[in-house]
T-cell receptor, first 113, second 113 residues
Framework: EPEVTQTPSHQVTQMGQEVILRCVPISNHLYFYWYRQILGQKVEFLVSFYNNEISEKSEIFDDQFSVERPDGSNFTLKIRSTKLEDSAMYFCASRKGGVGEQYFGPGTRLTVT | GDSVTQMEGPVTLSEEAFLTINCTYT??????LFWYVQYPGEGLQLLLK?????DKGSNKGFEATYRKETTSFHLEKGSVQVSDSAVYFCALYIIQGAQKLVFGQGTRLTINP
């Protein structure tokens, strides 16, 4: 069964460094998402992406964040200058289209020290 | 704004016990409601859903009924198994626009043999 994959599973970085989190959505899906979960808190929507552009973003998704689909398979989330409060589990999701289920990856745990 | 509140965890039960995890929501319009489950080391998986009032979603012995009058979507299972140990997330699905999910904080369930 097709699945969403994410790499790395755990990333440790120092404050101020740039990180790129990678996702490979399901191949025939058209809509892509990033969510995050700070430890002990809710899973929060960050951004949605369709047709090579952002379709919606939350107030969390400020200028430090960017997303890209650099080729036909990868979907990336970049944080330019990480802060301690960016430490969280980041989930990628994709859906095919219409009103459909979102399929989630296993997440990348980001730890900023 | 739209929000979801789940009962606090963690929840620990013995095998074959009855399970209820409470979920209430606040939403404008008529969202769809979902329960996602996250097994250790895996991504969020859709467990069940309901798209309109009085619909009952069911899967793997779990059930939840969309109650518009009480704005609730409680998850129930009559006899839990050790393999049900996981984190359960209630979510509402905003159908307009980017179709994002709004999650509750998750409830960790542990079933002891």
């Amino acid at each position: 069964e097709p699945e969403v994959t994410q790499t790395p599973s755990h990333q440790v970085t120092q404050m101020g460094q740039e990180v790129i989190l990678r996702c490979v959505p399901i191949s025939n899906h058209l809509y892509f998402y990033w969510y995050r979960q700070i430890l002990g808190q809710k899973v929060e929507f960050l951004v949605s992406f369709y047709n090579n552009e952002i379709s919606e973003k939350s107030e969390i998704f400020d200028d430090q964040f960017s997303v890209e689909r650099p080729d036909g398979s990868n979907f990336t989330l970049k944080i330019r200058s990480t802060k301690l409060e960016d430490s969280a589990m980041y989930f990628c999701a994709s859906r095919k289209g219409g009103v459909g289920e979102q399929y989630f990856g296993p997440g990348t745990r980001l730890t900023v020290t | 704004g739209d929000s979801v509140t789940q009962m606090e965890g963690p929840v620990t039960l013995s095998e074959e016990a009855f399970l209820t995890i409470n979920c209430t929501y606040t939403a404008t319009g008529y969202p769809s409601l979902f329960w996602y489950v996250q097994y250790p080391g895996e991504g969020l998986q859709l467990l069940l859903k309901a798209t309109k009032a009085d619909d009952k979603g069911s899967n793997k012995g779990f059930e939840a009924t969309y109650r518009k009058e009480t704005t609730s979507f409680h998850l129930e299972k009559g006899s839990v198994q050790v393999s049900d140990s996981a984190v359960y997330f209630c979510a509402l699905y905003i159908i307009q626009g980017a179709q994002k999910l709004v999650f509750g904080q998750g409830t960790r369930l542990t079933i002891n043999p």
